[in-house]
């Protein structure tokens, strides 16, 4: 009869036994630790390659104290904004050598404590990507998230870099445009009412409202999805507004969808703006004219910060702000006369 095989896997204890040392010093040659001696390390090291012998990762990142992940909550997951942002820091990190996990709240602000507990605890440490979460909620929760990065957020009694759009001053550009083209009946559909984006929104409204006492602005309840878009279309029929300031891309190209369907003609008979500049929204028909994030470049930038966190480098405590840059496509166009 032929040899059994076996399928048990070589452990610390295999190589301990074939280095006659002990398991803690395979432990420490393992994990890089060079007060070891030069002759022992290479004694356990050659008795490793010999058996084959393949470190537990999760056993290893427990003795370092360290993962080499990070974590990351997003809203909404479908949403290409966020896609983008994660593919911005999930490339920057790949190159020190860290994953991502990802967690989505799906819109449900009551699971974003709870996810981002739970993803700090297996991660080195975690980005907030524009949280839902009161202010109040997430100034109890970051001393025990930290290191921590806000995307689109920020609080006063954390020193959590934050990386901030100007949604407010791209809201504004965007209604000044359609003023520009004659517009005077105006009208905005509102994103979720917990999201701090629409906030900063709204902000920007104001000011704009505070300059232009003449031109009519309403304000419509929508949301963030494409779904909400399209069922807007009636009320946006129905508030007698010549143009709208969808929340973002996806909102504008559902009421695009909608208004077409109703045969209402765009830009003809109403004109239409979004934000974000997602990749779609230049081949929507017609067009879609909108306010242009850097949204990799703001993945991009929370894992540089979230870099020097975790070196205990130096880190900006004061928000770095991106600017939005007005795209004019074919969704806008001159009032109907």
């Known amino acids: 009869m032929g040899r059994r095989s076996t399928t048990r896997r070589i452990g610390i204890a295999d190589v301990a ?9 395979v432990s420490r040659v393992m994990n890089g630790n060079f007060t070891v001696d030069a002759t022992i390390a290479e004694r356990v090291r050659a008795a490793a390659v010999e058996l084959n012998y393949q470190p537990n990762p999760v056993g290893r990142s427990l003795a370092l104290g360290k993962t080499d992940t990070i974590g990351i909550v997003v809203p909404d997951l479908s949403n290409p904004t966020f896609q983008a942002i994660l593919r911005g820091l999930s490339m920057a990190a790949a190159q020190d050598g860290y994953r991502v996990l990802i967690a989505d709240s799906s819109e449900v602000s009551s699971e974003e404590a709870i996810l981002a507990g739970e993803a700090r605890r297996r991660c080195d440490g975690l ?15 970051a001393p025990s998230l930290h290191p921590m990065v806000l995307i689109n957020r920020s609080t006063e009694s954390t020193q959590a870099p934050s990386l901030m759009v100007d949604y407010g001053q791209g809201i504004q550009e965007l209604a000044e445009h359609l003023v520009s083209l004659g517009h005077t009946r105006l009208a905005f559909l509102a994103g979720p009412a917990r999201s701090a984006s629409n906030g900063m929104r709204l902000n920007g409204l104001e000011k704009f409202s505070a300059a232009h006492p003449d031109i009519e602005l309403q304000m419509l309840e929508g949301g963030s999805s494409f779904e909400a878009g399209h069922e807007a279309a009636d009320k946006v029929i129905a508030s007698g507004a010549t143009a709208v300031l ?20 765009v830009p003809e008979d109403i004109s239409v703006t979004g934000f974000d500049d997602i990749p779609f929204a230049r081949y929507t028909t017609p067009p879609l004219t909108t306010a242009a994030v850097p949204i990799t470049e703001l993945g991009q930038q ?14 900006p405590a004061t928000p770095s702000t991106f600017q939005p840059q007005l795209e004019v496509r074919g969704s806008t166009g001159p009032v109907k006369g």
């Open 17 to 25: 036994l074939l280095a006659g040392v002990s398991h803690a010093t």
């Open 127 to 141: 980005v907030l990507c524009a949280p839902r979460m009161s202010d109040a909620e997430l100034e109890e929760l």
């Open 302 to 315: 929370a894992w540089h910060s979230m870099r020097a966190l975790i070196q205990q480098a130096e880190t």
């Open 246 to 265: 969808a929340f973002n891309d996806l909102v504008a190209m559902g009421l695009l969808s909608g208004l077409h369907e109703k045969g209402v003609r």
